[in-house]
């Protein structure tokens, strides 16, 4: 009985492990996309976006620096984000 319920929970564990693994992989695709939309939102005069003024985005440039450098970084690497999510996702078709 002892030896059912060790493979029970080994096998309940493996499951938990690769929940989390999904779980931290999503929030952290998340977690790029809000910076993103968070730097074209200040900055998107450059893309045609209605802006905030521009004193309130001059105060905030010198916290903009790792935005900016992922605004670019995304700008080199452009992919297609609906193929990025359901990799992530493990949703083969």
Known sequence: MKRA???VRGFLGAMDQAHR???VALTNYEARELENMF???LLGSF???P???SFLAVELLPYLEHEVKVLNRRAQDTTDSLAEI???LDADG
């Open 39 to 41: 730097v074209v939102l």
């Open 5 to 7: 319920w060790g493979a």
């Open 21 to 23: 693994e999904k779980v």
């Open 47 to 49: 893309t045609g976006l």
């Open 86 to 88: 359901m990799g992530v």
């Open 51 to 53: 802006s905030p003024p």
